[in-house]
């Protein structure tokens, strides 16, 4: 018995001691957390510019892999200014094919993204989750960009982007 009060003791102070040694989320990862973007010190227009072209280069780098997609604007570029920062958003781009309907391609869309991510600076995509009766889904963001993919039926890339201060005209 007295075993087993030793033990119930020491757990609890074991991991007490693991929360002070690395402090309250040290051990987190910033690039993981689901509900805060960070944002690029660049100007609103040098960040507008780096989101239309992180979209191209996705765009590109998927038409690449499947040839013959036509790709077209769904819906229309926006620029709000949200909690001090500018948020820009490019109209998204969207093909009518499912693309990732086969998981046999689900890598090939993983490494045409990790491509045109690399040459944003951004890290890779997180791996392809749902498809066949949801959405089939991957993002990444970093250096305040975010990009979004999606597929079911049709396939869609979105782009958003935060710079420091109010957006400008």
Same mark, same amino acid.
């Given at each position: 018995m007295r075993r087993r009060t030793l033990l119930l003791w020491f757990l609890p102070a074991v991991a007490l001691a693991s929360c002070e040694a690395n402090g309250p989320g040290e051990d987190e990862d910033p690039e993981q957390d689901g509900d805060a973007m960070d944002t690029t010190r660049k100007s609103a227009e040098e960040t507008r510019e780096l989101a239309d072209a992180l979209l191209a280069d996705a765009e590109q780098a998927l038409t690449e892999v499947f040839p013959g997609l036509t790709w077209v604007s769904d819906g229309e570029a926006t620029s709000t200014t949200e909690d001090g920062t500018c948020v820009y958003r490019p109209a998204s781009r969207r093909v009518d094919t499912y693309l990732g309907r086969e998981k046999e391609d689900h890598p090939l869309i993983? #490494?045409? *993204?990790?491509?045109? *991510? !690399? !040459?944003? &600076? *951004? @890290? #890779? @995509? #997180?791996? %392809?989750? &749902? +498809?066949? &009766? &949801?959405?089939?889904?991957? /993002? /990444?963001? +970093?250096? +305040? %960009?975010e990009l979004e993919f999606r597929s079911k039926g049709y396939a869609e890339l979105r782009v958003s982007a935060r710079s420091d201060g109010p957006c400008t005209e």
């Open positions: 993983e #490494e045409a *993204l990790t491509e045109a *991510l !690399a !040459a944003h &600076g *951004l @890290p #890779e @995509p #997180e791996p %392809l989750t &749902g +498809g066949v &009766g &949801g959405w089939l889904t991957t /993002s /990444s963001r +970093g250096n +305040g %960009l």
